[in-house]
């Protein structure tokens, strides 16, 4: 898997008192390792989803899923 360009996500109706993952920060023991949109999600039934992944011992596991909720996401903005 490549390194997404998703840095954070957060989901909720009211930024304010929503909830944000952000590449890096633990779940659990593990850290999330990935953000990434579900392109086949989104081509299939047009509606977009969010796939959080977290590293486990050098592999990466599917953690969670956001689907149907109003997100903000936060781009990297590395250019190198």
């Known amino acids: 898997m490549d ?3 998703i840095r954070k ?11 944000a993952y952000y590449v890096g920060m633990k779940a659990g023991d593990r850290p999330i390792s990935y ?3 579900d392109g086949e999600m989104l081509h299939a039934h047009h509606k977009m989803r969010y796939l959080i992944y977290v590293e486990d011992n050098g ?7 956001i689907e149907d909720m ?3 996401i936060e781009y990297n903005l590395d250019f190198l």
């Open 9 to 19: 996500i957060v989901i909720g109706r009211d930024p304010k008192n929503a909830m």
């Open 3 to 5: 390194e997404g360009v």
């Open 35 to 37: 953000i990434i949109p």
């Open 70 to 72: 109003p997100c903000i």
């Open 59 to 65: 592999a990466h596991a599917l953690w969670k899923v």
